[in-house]
């Protein structure tokens, strides 16, 4: 089949931005900052991950949907319909991610400044990340998986990587090696950026691709907010801790990095916990092959493993510290009913 046949179909783009600690959605609606969008979600969402999708007047052309997670996320999505070659198709995926990369920082900007106020540790924006979805109803003449692979290989391969030229055959075969059909006539191939799914059918896994990249983009920042706080624990074990620290009572409410560190590691484990677990894909055979496939693209695990790497070395730290304050401020109480009882011999000899 040539490839010069016109295909139809959509291109996804979502979009994710880390704006804070925590956005408090019932003061967000309270407020009448935004238009609240009454939306289901699909089944497999568990009700404590439930976000809150909101109307914006004045957005980028195609923006389909905006949502905001209670774990400070803004999340945008964006549907452009073409109806082009596969050849073509390469281009346009490239200029319109380009192009509504732009779209969506003004468009996240413009919501960020309206629920600021609303935002623990306000900042716009710490992380962001980006994935790309090409759907297309169906390929011409398409007999099966087998056939995509060999008609279609080349212009898939590249279109997922964003590269105008075809690529090496290893390249090729790497990324069309993952492609998946659960019936006859769909298809699934799932890439590190980008994603192409040819169905029909196609609204509920939306969804998860958009989950899956806010769960990619909240890993991404908690690996980032652990090595700073990494950094600055070596920093304070090189240097000594104030006199206060080691009074019992008062060096609590003074400094207590211990304390932080705790707290810090507390907040992160329940949130990647919770993102771990919003969804419920048991009995879901199509979806739980899809979010594997994501996971894996994204290399979810790993940044997970790197997480709890460094919330165990976090841990470590504090107990050390923990650990060298009890035992000096030991040797403070020792040293001092040694004092009061020189002191009341001393007395005693005087009287």
């Given at each position: 089949m040539?490839s010069?046949?016109?295909?139809?179909?959509?291109?996804?783009?979502?979009?994710?931005?880390?704006?804070?600690?925590?956005?408090n959605?019932?003061?967000?609606?309270?407020?009448?900052?935004?238009?609240?969008?009454?939306?289901?979600?699909?089944?497999?969402?568990?009700?404590?991950?439930?976000?809150?999708?909101?109307?914006?007047v004045?957005?980028?052309?195609?923006?389909e949907?905006?949502?905001?997670?209670?774990?400070?996320?803004?999340?945008?999505?964006?549907?452009?319909?073409?109806?082009?070659?596969?050849d073509?198709?390469?281009?346009?995926?490239?200029?319109?991610?380009?192009?509504?990369?732009?779209?969506?920082?003004?468009?996240a900007?413009?919501?960020?400044?309206?629920i600021e106020?609303?935002?623990?540790?306000?900042?716009?924006?710490?992380?962001?990340?980006?994935?790309?979805?090409?759907?297309?109803?169906?390929?011409?003449?398409?007999?099966?998986?087998?056939?995509?692979?060999?008609e279609?290989?080349?212009?898939?391969?590249?279109l997922?990587r964003?590269?105008?030229?075809?690529?090496?055959?290893h390249?090729?075969?790497?990324?069309?090696?993952?492609?998946f059909?659960?019936?006859?006539?769909?298809?699934?191939?799932?890439?590190?950026?980008?994603?192409?799914?040819?169905?029909?059918?196609?609204?509920?896994?939306?969804?998860?691709?958009?989950?899956?990249?806010?769960?990619?983009?909240?890993?991404?920042?908690?690996?980032?907010?652990?090595?700073?706080?990494?950094?600055?624990?070596?920093?304070?074990?090189?240097?000594?801790?104030?006199?206060?620290?080691?009074?019992?009572f008062?060096g609590?409410?003074?400094?207590?990095?211990?304390?932080?560190?705790?707290k810090?590691?507390?907040?992160?484990?329940?949130?990647?916990?919770?993102?771990?677990?919003s969804?419920?894909?048991?009995?879901?055979?199509?979806?739980?092959?899809?979010?594997?496939?994501?996971?894996?693209?994204l290399?979810?695990e790993?940044?997970?493993?790197?997480?709890?790497r460094?919330?165990?070395?976090?841990?470590?730290?504090?107990?050390?510290?923990?650990?060298?304050?009890e035992?000096?401020?030991?040797?403070?109480?020792t040293?001092?009913i040694i004092?009061?009882?020189?002191?009341?011999?001393?007395?005693?000899?005087?009287?």
């Open positions: 040539s010069k046949n016109i295909m139809n179909g959509h291109i996804f783009l979502f979009y994710a931005f880390d704006v804070g600690e925590e956005i959605l019932e003061q967000v609606v309270q407020h009448h900052h935004v238009t609240p969008r009454s939306r289901p979600l699909p089944p497999y969402f568990k009700n404590y991950h439930t976000p809150l999708s909101v109307d914006l004045g957005t980028a052309p195609h923006c949907e905006i949502k905001l997670h209670n774990f400070g996320v803004i999340s945008l999505r964006y549907r452009i319909p073409f109806s082009t070659t596969l073509d198709l390469r281009t346009t995926v490239m200029a319109k991610d380009e192009e509504y990369m732009e779209h969506s920082l003004r468009d900007g413009v919501l960020f400044s309206r106020s609303n935002i623990k540790q306000a900042r716009f924006f710490h992380v962001r990340n980006a994935y790309v979805l090409i759907q297309i109803a169906s390929l011409p003449h398409n007999n099966g998986i087998e056939d995509v692979k060999r279609h290989g080349d212009n898939i391969a590249s997922l964003f590269e105008k030229e075809t690529l090496s055959e390249q090729k075969n790497e990324i069309i090696a993952g492609a059909s659960y019936y006859q006539k769909d298809l699934v191939i799932i890439d590190i950026d980008a994603a192409f799914i040819c169905d029909d059918e196609y609204e509920e896994v939306l969804d998860l691709f958009e989950f899956a990249n806010v769960q990619h983009l909240e890993l991404q920042y908690f690996d980032r907010v652990l090595d700073t706080q990494l950094s600055i624990a070596y920093d304070q074990e090189k240097k000594s801790p104030p006199f206060t620290a080691y009074l019992p008062i609590g409410m003074v400094s207590d990095p211990v304390g932080e560190l705790n810090l590691k507390v907040d992160i484990s329940v949130i990647t916990d919770r993102l771990e677990t969804i419920k894909l048991t009995g879901e055979a199509y979806f739980s092959i899809l979010y594997q496939l994501l996971s894996q693209k290399d979810l790993n940044w997970k493993a790197s997480i709890n460094k919330l165990a070395i976090i841990e470590d730290i504090g107990s050390i510290y923990q650990h060298k304050l035992v000096i401020r030991e040797d403070l109480l040293c001092s004092v009061l009882i020189m002191l009341e011999i001393l007395m005693g000899l005087t009287r």
